[in-house]
Structure formats: structure tokens, C-alpha cells
T-cell receptor, first 112, second 116 residues
Framework: EAGVAQSPRYKIIEKRQSVAFWCNPISGHATLYWYQQILGQGPKLLIQFQNNGVVDDSQLPKDRFSAERLKGVDSTLKIQPAKLEDSAVYLC??????????FGPGTRLLVL | AQKVTQAQTEISVVEKEDVTLDCVYETRDTTYYLFWYKQPPSGELVFLIRRNSFDEQNEISGRYSWNFQKSTSSFNFTITASQVVDSAVYFCALSDLYSSASKIIFGSGTRLSIRP
């Protein structure tokens, strides 16, 4: 069974630029999550989708971050404009019914 | 509020030593899941184990074992005869048991270094 796929794996941008990350969850997993992991910390949930509806986006900085999950499968997370403090690893995870989350390899973002 | 505490920031041991990673959690829920994830240098979070709050039976999987004690709100992880490949950051986590919209709360992680 294929795992969670994410791209790109690495991205370097300058502040105020925009960036987008893509995630393809495990087939059949209805729930998809985006996390931000700053160096030395545990992952922090940004947004959670159930199919193509948002369940929780309470910690998403909505002035600059946006996410969508069209057709309830793939998802994209966008940052516009990026700030220095957005440098982090962005992890995507999926779960079948919300019990165990399986994570992708992550995208390492560096904002200069 | 839910909280997971991993008091050990970093641990370094020599290969073949046994090592225990501590995890203490707080929750008002009577039913919940506990997890351990491994994050090697490649960055991917690898699922290791899930326990539900009904099942306090300890579990062993090869060199890995987990000790769940509800009385002390702890879910400790022991690696026996450690190997260099065990070097990684290990996260303990907590979530609701029955909600399909459950959120995982992660601890801050313990960085484990195994020296040859």
C-alpha cells in the first residue's frame, strides 16, 4: 500500500514570496491533516479535513495560510506571503477513520 | 486540556544498552488513544504503536516494549539492546478515542542518540 505522498521535499524562498505544498493521502483515507513542525518541537496541527470539508482550522494563520482539498483526495497548502518564522517542516498525514494518523515525508521550507 | 510531557529532551547511550523514554499525559477524557512515533533524520514520522485507554496490558514487539500505567498517566517506551539505527526523535502523543475528528496532541519529543 502506497503511503502519504508529499511534494516538493525541499523549498527555499525569500520572504514575502508565495509557496504551495501538495499532499496525496493513502487511498481510502477520508481524513487529511496538515502540520507545521518547527525545529526542536513536536508537530502542530494547522488544518484538518474530513473528505473535502474543514473540521478544524483553529491554528491556521488565515491571513497568510490557505488550504484546500478538492474532491476529497489531494490537498494543497499555500503560504502567501511567507515570513521568516514560517521556516519549518510541513507534514501531511491521513487516517481512515481518525484513529491512527500516517505521515508523509514532509516538505522542508526555508524562508530567507 | 490535553497535554503530553516528554521530560527527557535528549538521551545518549552506547549501542546494546537498554533505554527507556518517558511519557506523561494529562486528559479529562476517560477514553483516549496513546501513540508513539519515531522521526528519523529523514524527517518522516513513523507510526510505532497505538494503545487505547481500556487496555493497560504491556506490549512487546521485538526489541521494543511499552508500559502503560493509567494510575500514573504514563506510557513509557523501552528499547532493549539498542542499535545505531534506533537513533531518532521519538514522540509520544494523545488523542480522543471515538471522534472521527480527533486531534493528536504531540509531546515535544526525545532525541535519542545511540553511539557505536
Amino acid at each position: 500500500e502506497a503511503g502519504v505522498a508529499q511534494s516538493p521535499r525541499y523549498k527555499i524562498i525569500e520572504k514575502r514570496q508565495s509557496v504551495a505544498f501538495w499532499c496525496n493521502p493513502i487511498s481510502g483515507h477520508a481524513t487529511l491533516y496538515w502540520y507545521q513542525q518547527i525545529l526542536g518541537q513536536g508537530p502542530k496541527l494547522l488544518i484538518q479535513f474530513q473528505n473535502n470539508g474543514v473540521v478544524d482550522d483553529s491554528q491556521l494563520p488565515k491571513d497568510r495560510f490557505s488550504a484546500e482539498r478538492l474532491k476529497g483526495v489531494d490537498s494543497t497548502l499555500k503560504i502567501q506571503p511567507a515570513k521568516l518564522e514560517d521556516s519549518a517542516v510541513y507534514l501531511c498525514a491521513s487516517s481512515f477513520r481518525g484513529e491512527t494518523q500516517y505521515f508523509g515525508p514532509g516538505t522542508r521550507l526555508l524562508v530567507l | 486540556a490535553q497535554k503530553v510531557t516528554q521530560a527527557q529532551t535528549e538521551i545518549s547511550v552506547v549501542e546494546k544498552e537498554d533505554v527507556t523514554l518517558d511519557c506523561v499525559y494529562e486528559t479529562r477524557d476517560t477514553t483516549y488513544y496513546l501513540f508513539w512515533y519515531k522521526q528519523p533524520p529523514s524527517g518522516e514520522l513513523v507510526f510505532l504503536i497505538r494503545r487505547n485507554s481500556f487496555d493497560e496490558q504491556n506490549e512487546i514487539s521485538g526489541r521494543y516494549s511499552w508500559n502503560f500505567q493509567k494510575s500514573t498517566s504514563s506510557f513509557n517506551f523501552t528499547i532493549t539492546a539498542s542499535q545505531v539505527v534506533d537513533s531518532a526523535v521519538y514522540f509520544c502523543a494523545l488523542s480522543d478515542l471515538y471522534s472521527s475528528a480527533s486531534k493528536i496532541i504531540f509531546g515535544s519529543g526525545t532525541r535519542l542518540s545511540i553511539r557505536p
